[in-house]
């Protein structure tokens, strides 16, 4: 029995007997997402819940499947915008796509795929390198709203800028414009962008591997697991890569966790892009 508690050890305590409920319960498991970002998370959801200690979330989440899974949602970051990292799409366009050319038919899947602007600019880089037609995109998140909201393909007309900016950094090659058509105060975009895109709910956590893909795009999603899952979700996405397939993270996570970095060979390590070796 520990005699002195600190706040911050109970409510590592109370956090865990929280998950641990979790699990049993819906079979989610959150033990090993980054417990600082978390606890974060968590505090934001009893403020706006008027809770004052998170163990009192147990009995309501154990009750109230619909107040759970808002929490659920309130995990989940859905931040992301088109042509995220334009020097990354910039390097995918001259190092990774004259290879993707040369094959008869190609797949790629995005996880962790938010509102699906990163899908869409893909699809647009994709057209403008003539093979949009040879190439079966998933696109996957645990989000449903998320995953609705890249299925409408609908964005505010205020991150035009933005989009075009980064459209033209990336190398483009036409008018961003040419791809949406303008609604009132939002943008939609081009069906013909879509016709290629399969959006499914896939969990990186508690789900399996999505067949042998030529292009793997996971960015932006590791760094909210700890070390141990961000291991898991990588392996899984080794095994869903082809033989020489590619592999893309976000500029602020590394492989340096994963038992796969030595499965893998550098493309662009600055700009997070990776190829499997044959064997
Ligand atoms: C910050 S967004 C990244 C979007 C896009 N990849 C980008 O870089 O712009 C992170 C996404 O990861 C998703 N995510 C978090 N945990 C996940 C999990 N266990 N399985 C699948 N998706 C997850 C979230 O729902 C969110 O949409």
């Given amino acids: 029995m520990i005699e002195t508690c600190t706040v911050a050890d109970l409510e590592r305590l109370e956090l865990d007997l929280l998950l641990d409920a979790v699990k049993t319960r819906y079979g989610y498991d959150f033990h090993d997402y980054a417990k600082a970002s978390m606890i974060r998370r968590v505090k934001k959801y009893m403020e706006q819940a008027g809770i004052s200690h998170i163990s009192e979330l147990i009995p309501l989440f154990l009750h109230d499947n619909r107040a759970f899974y808002r929490f659920v949602k309130s995990l989940s970051v859905v931040v992301t915008e088109m042509f995220r990292d334009p020097d990354v799409f910039k390097t995918l366009r001259e190092e990774v796509i004259p290879v993707l050319k040369t094959y008869p038919f190609i797949k790629i899947w995005h996880a962790g795929c938010a509102s699906g602007q990163e899908v869409y600019s893909m699809a647009i880089m994709l057209e403008e390198e003539g093979i949009l037609d040879r190439c079966q995109i998933y696109a996957t998140d645990f989000n449903d709203d998320a995953l609705k909201l890249a299925k409408k393909g609908i964005y505010p007309a205020e991150d035009i800028e933005l989009y075009e900016n980064n459209y033209s950094l990336s190398?483009?090659?036409?008018?961003?414009?040419?791809?949406?058509?303008?609604?009132?105060?939002?943008?939609?975009?081009?069906?013909?962008?879509?016709?290629?895109?399969?959006?499914?709910?896939?969990?990186?956590?508690?789900?399996?591997?999505?067949?042998?893909?030529?292009?793997?795009?996971?960015?932006?999603?590791?760094?909210?697991f700890n070390e141990q899952l961000q291991d898991r979700a990588l392996t899984l996405i080794n095994d869903s890569l082809c033989p020489r397939g590619f592999l893309c993270i976000g500029r602020r996570e590394n492989l340096k966790f994963s038992q796969i970095r030595n499965h893998l060979e550098d493309v662009s390590n600055r700009f997070r892009i990776y190829r499997k070796l044959s064997s």
């Avoid at 058509?181 to 013909?192: A, E, H």
């Avoid at 042998?212 to 996971?218: A, D, K, P, Q, R």
């Fill in 171 to 224: 190398g483009g090659k036409n008018k961003l414009s040419d791809y949406w058509v303008s609604l009132y105060d939002s943008i939609k975009v081009n069906s013909r962008l879509s016709e290629r895109v399969t959006f499914a709910n896939h969990n990186l956590v508690t789900d399996g591997v999505f067949g042998e893909m030529h292009l793997v795009m996971c960015r932006n999603v590791l760094i909210y």
